[in-house]
């Protein structure tokens, strides 16, 4: 009975958005110079993971949003798209597509997951981009996770001086049967502080708002073209290490709102949780 009333307050109090950014891994096979969230090693066990989804199941959340680090280097990504889908919740999956296990694939189409491939131009370009030689192993899982009826989209961030890859990617989507390609103009956080190349001015970077625009006008009805801004307003992101974080333009923007429980039980860090989640949901509205 007293876990009932714990859980009825936790649902009224707390105001989590209906998706929500889950890293199960801060390991990556490759090394972007603008990686928002660098490799550093840290990578739960499928148990403690499962109980996170469970907490934000159980705090509004609906779709769990896999990302990383790259979340197909965790061993249990299968199985945890098929927990999630088995509690009633939807998964979105962001991945390089280096790697793509058959077992991963199929979880994937059982669970009706939308993925989201990060392909950044051409061969060249992509492979200097990632910092490693991966133009291949991606592009030939793309193919793969169409042919086996994954819903799957592109996204692409577009650095200065090469704006030109927009050009390339429509083209290949059309190509590749792909309906969806969002467009990241780079923002300097995580390793792309050390980036001052990459980096558009104000002017530059309307003008490829403006060319991104264009394009979308251009492939109406065969490409849906997406402008995809993380600067632009915060999003919920659960780390590797079980924070819950506010994650701004900037790190020193970033709002910590708590530390997901290591039990949905316990109620003095949840609800201590509760209280900051308000307060910062009442700055933003
Ligand atoms: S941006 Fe993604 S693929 Fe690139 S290093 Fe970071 S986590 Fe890995």
Not at 158 to 187: K, N
Request: glycine letters at 6%; proline letters at 5%; one cysteine or more.
């Amino acid at each position: 009975m007293a876990k009932q009333k714990i859980k009825v307050y936790e649902q009224r109090q707390f105001d989590l958005p209906e998706m929500a950014c889950f890293r199960v891994t801060r390991n990556c096979n490759a090394r972007c110079r603008f990686c928002l969230a660098p490799p550093e090693g840290e990578q739960p066990d499928e148990y403690v993971l499962k109980q996170r989804i469970d907490w934000l199941l159980q705090h509004n959340v609906k779709t769990i949003h896999f990302c990383g680090g790259e979340p197909t280097l965790h061993p249990a990504l299968a199985e945890l798209l098929m927990y999630v889908h088995g509690r009633g919740g939807k998964n979105r999956l962001t991945t390089n597509g280096i790697a793509m296990p058959d077992n991963l694939l199929s979880a994937l189409h059982a669970t009706a997951t939308e993925v989201k491939v990060s392909l950044h131009g051409d061969q060249d370009h992509h492979n200097a981009i990632v910092g490693v030689t991966s133009f291949k192993h991606t592009t030939h899982n793309i193919k793969r996770l169409i042919s086996t009826g994954v819903k799957t989209s592109i996204q692409s961030t577009i650095v200065a001086g090469h704006t030109w890859v927009i050009d390339w990617l429509t083209d290949y989507c059309i190509e590749a049967g792909v309906r969806r390609l969002s467009i990241l103009p780079f923002i300097p956080r995580g390793n792309g502080k050390d980036c001052p190349e990459y980096v558009f001015s104000a002017l530059q970077r309307r003008q490829l708002r403006e060319q991104v625009k264009q394009t979308r006008h251009k492939y109406s009805g065969r490409l849906d073209v997406r402008w995809l801004d993380f600067s632009a307003q915060p999003i919920h992101v659960v780390e590797a290490d079980g924070s819950l974080i506010l994650e701004a333009a900037t790190e020193s923007m970033d709002v910590t709102l708590c530390h997901i429980p290591d039990k949905t039980t316990d109620q003095p860090r949840s609800n201590a949780c509760q209280q900051k989640s308000a307060q910062v949901h009442g700055r933003m509205r």
